[in-house]
């Protein structure tokens, strides 16, 4: 699975919770079971806790093995 911004969370979670949760959790994501979380894309849930939507997507790519 290649992230992008405009990928869904909750896809993302599905491909592997185990990867992606810790990076999640990091910053500051930690609601990560809630409907309206699972549906954001990785850019609107960066943009609402304030972090860095590329720097983001480079750590999900790199747990995620990309």
Known sequence: M???TDTI??????FNPE???????EMGMHCLGC??????SVGQACMVHGVDADEIVSKLNAALGN
Not at 35 to 40: A, D
């Open 19 to 25: 990867a992606a949760a810790p990076i999640f959790f």
């Open 2 to 4: 290649n992230v992008t």
């Open 9 to 14: 969370i909750g896809d993302i979670l599905d």
């Open 35 to 40: 409907p309206s979380s699972r549906g954001e």
